[in-house]
DNA sequence: CACCCGATTATCT
DNA sequence: GATAATCGGGTGT
């Protein structure tokens, strides 16, 4: 399986969060795989979008929307929750990221379920703050490259078709919800919600 | 299934 | 000092 490299995340944010449905999310841990495919995504694209972390210009903390592309972008949300972000964007923005938002669980299920303490396929990995739980993504993989190096990346696999990817306003935000930028495919049991 | 609410802390004003 | 790109448990229908 190849992995997705600069290339694919070099292109407009909002365009690459739909490539990425379908794609599989990886992380190696103790040399153990632990991933699901991509079945839901948002877009957050910088400097017009009130919703985007980026908003109101580079901090400590947002810094990686700012970075390379292919990097992620892990954030503390609520007191309790990591959220996981891939950096993409096409050379004219300074900043854009892609919350991953679902997974269809296919490898490491039963460490899934010990992580998540729930032995139900269906709330493993159905919610930004629950596949980082499954998937041990916190604080040490923010402004990591997306590479195998790195123990976590993302593989490809083949294009979701059009007909099945779903757009609508994001989840958990006040403003910017005029824009659909929330994307996931069709009649999937594992989109949040 | 729908709605409501408390948990818990890094980050920025 | 207020806020937050969420979750899980509770109650009611």
Not at 6 to 17: I, M
Not at 74 to 84: D, E
């Given at each position: 399986m190849n992995i997705?490299?600069?290339?694919?995340?070099?292109?407009?944010?909002?365009?690459?969060?739909?490539?990425?449905?379908g794609k599989i999310l990886v992380?190696?841990?103790?040399?153990?795989?632990?991933?699901g495919i991509i079945v839901e995504t948002e877009a957050y694209v910088s400097?017009?979008?009130?919703?985007?972390?980026?908003?109101?210009?580079?901090?400590?903390?947002n810094?990686?929307?700012?970075?390379?592309?292919?990097?992620?972008?892990?954030?503390?949300?609520?007191?309790?929750?990591?959220?996981?972000?891939?950096?993409?964007?096409?050379?004219?923005?300074?900043?854009?990221?892609?919350?991953?938002?679902?997974?269809?669980?296919?490898e490491g299920i039963d460490r899934m379920m010990l992580n998540r303490k729930n032995d139900r396929l269906r709330d493993l990995t159905n919610g930004p703050g629950r596949l980082t739980q499954a998937l041990e993504i916190g604080k040490k993989q923010n402004g990591l490259g997306l590479i195998k190096?790195?123990?976590?990346?993302?593989?490809?696999a083949p294009a979701v078709p059009h007909s099945e990817i779903v757009a609508g306003p994001r989840i958990g935000i006040k403003e910017g919800l005029e824009h659909q930028w929330?994307?996931?495919?069709?009649?999937?049991?594992?989109?949040?919600r």
């Open positions: 997705l490299n600069t290339s694919f995340y070099s292109h407009s944010t909002v365009e690459v969060a739909q490539k990425l449905l992380h190696e841990v103790n040399g153990n795989r632990i991933a400097l017009n979008d009130p919703a985007s972390h980026a908003f109101k210009g580079q901090t400590p903390r810094a990686p929307l700012f970075g390379p592309v292919g990097h992620s972008y892990v954030y503390f949300v609520y007191g309790i929750h990591f959220c996981f972000n891939i950096v993409a964007k096409d050379e004219s923005e300074p900043a854009g990221g892609i919350l991953i938002r679902a997974l269809e669980p296919t190096e790195n123990s976590l990346y993302v593989e490809d929330r994307f996931y495919i069709a009649h999937n049991q594992f989109v949040s």
